[in-house]
Structure formats: structure tokens, C-alpha cells
């Protein structure tokens, strides 16, 4: 099993440039999310998904779209990139378990994004 | 929503000495509590986590304590050793338990 799979790695982008950042994970979890890391920040909440055509906002959704139209996927979306989205972006995935509910949360390994 | 806020940002101990992080949250309804490590250039990973249900929790050298009344739960590290050195996330589940609002983070640096 791969986990869960963030594609690209890295990207550097131009001020208004769109791109779409790709979440794959092969474990069959009904939840996913996507976070932005920035230094002194810790993992701020962008949007995420509790089931295949769901989405809901996190803390930080302005900006961004998502879409997660099979299971396995999620997609994260910038129409028109600023400079201010430029940061580390993290995927997870997870499961809930037990009551109360554990939500045990695994990460992809990140997408550098640069906007210039 | 919730919020969660966390301290100190850094921390610096040597080896063999305890750490201890503490985070507060907003929400009285949250019931699920996990620490996250992320070493340098790694994604976070879960390492111990704790239900509102139970009010303390031990894993070998780490351990995890919570006070619903006052809303604030802790990360303690016994017997520190530099491969310690990372930066700790606390989080608290919304109430819903769907979702994680973490801590801006504790950068941890155990020095030999």
C-alpha cells in the first residue's frame, strides 16, 4: 500500500496562474483533507471531505476549491494564484474509530508550491 | 469553531531531561485529542492521542494529560534523546469528531 500520495512534489507558479494539486489514497478512507504548513503557523485547515461528493470549508478556504468526485480521490485547486499561497501543502486521510470517535489522520508526504 | 493554541513555540532541553508541551482549546464539545511529530522535511505523524473520556495516557516514554473543567491538555517526554528533535502539533477534534484544528506547533531541540 502506498498510503496516501500528494502529486507534484514541487511547483512553481506565476501570479495568476491556475494549477490543480492531486491527493490519491489507496487505504479506503471515507475522510480527506487538505492543509497549507507555513512557518510559525503549524497546519492550518483549507477545505476537506467526509464522503465521495462531499466538501466542507476549514479555516483558511479562501482562495482554493476542491472536489472529491471518487473515494480515493482529492483535489485541491488554485484558479489564480497570489503570492500569499505560497507554502507547503499537506493531503491526509482518515478513518474514524470507537467513541469517542478517533480521528486518526495519515499525510501525505507535501507539495512545495511557490507563487512568484 | 475551535481553537486551539499552543506553547511554548520552542523548546530546548538536553538530553535525559523531561519536555512538557500544553495546549488550551475553545470548544467544550471536542472529545478527541492527538499529538503529531514532524521531523524536518517528513510529514506529520500521529504519536499518541487521548479520548475526553480518559484523563491521562502513557506510551513508553511519552504521555498525554487532559483536563476537560479547564480545557487544556499536555504532552510530557520523559528521558529525552536527540532523535527527539522535531516539531510537535497538538489538535482537537471539532464536535463532530470530523475534522483536526491543530496548534501552531512546539519546535522540540534536544541537544546531547
Known amino acids: 500500500n502506498a498510503g496516501v500520495t500528494q502529486t507534484p512534489k514541487f511547483r512553481v507558479l506565476k501570479t495568476g496562474q491556475s494549477m490543480t494539486l492531486l491527493c490519491a489514497q489507496d487505504?479506503?478512507?471515507?475522510?480527506m483533507y487538505w492543509y497549507r504548513q507555513d512557518p510559525g503557523m503549524g497546519l492550518r485547515l483549507i477545505h476537506y471531505?467526509?464522503?465521495?461528493?462531499?466538501?466542507a470549508k476549514g479555516e483558511v478556504p479562501d482562495g482554493y476549491n476542491v472536489s472529491r468526485l471518487k473515494k480515493q480521490n482529492f483535489l485541491l485547486g488554485l484558479e489564480s494564484a497570489a503570492p500569499s499561497q505560497t507554502s507547503v501543502y499537506f493531503c491526509?486521510?482518515?478513518?474514524?474509530?470507537?467513541?469517542?470517535?478517533?480521528?486518526?489522520?495519515?499525510f501525505g508526504a507535501g507539495t512545495r508550491l511557490s507563487v512568484l | 469553531g475551535e481553537n486551539v493554541e499552543q506553547h511554548p513555540s520552542t523548546l530546548s532541553v538536553q538530553e535525559g531531561d523531561s519536555a512538557v508541551i500544553k495546549c488550551t482549546y475553545s470548544d467544550s464539545a471536542s472529545n478527541y485529542f492527538p499529538w503529531y511529530k514532524q521531523e524536518l522535511g517528513k510529514r506529520p505523524q500521529l504519536i499518541i492521542d487521548?479520548?475526553?473520556?480518559?484523563g491521562e495516557k502513557k506510551d513508553q516514554r511519552i504521555a498525554v494529560t487532559l483536563n476537560k473543567t479547564a480545557k487544556h491538555f499536555s504532552l510530557h517526554i520523559t528521558e529525552t534523546q536527540p532523535e527527539d528533535s522535531a516539531v510537535y502539533f497538538c489538535a482537537a477534534a471539532n464536535q463532530a469528531g470530523t475534522a483536526l484544528i491543530f496548534g501552531k506547533g512546539t519546535t522540540l531541540s534536544v541537544s546531547s
Open positions: 487521548i479520548r475526553s473520556n480518559v
Open positions: 471531505s467526509v464522503g465521495e461528493g462531499t466538501t
Open positions: 491526509a486521510s482518515s478513518y474514524l474509530i470507537g467513541g469517542p470517535a478517533k480521528n486518526i489522520q495519515y
Open positions: 487505504m479506503n478512507h471515507e475522510y
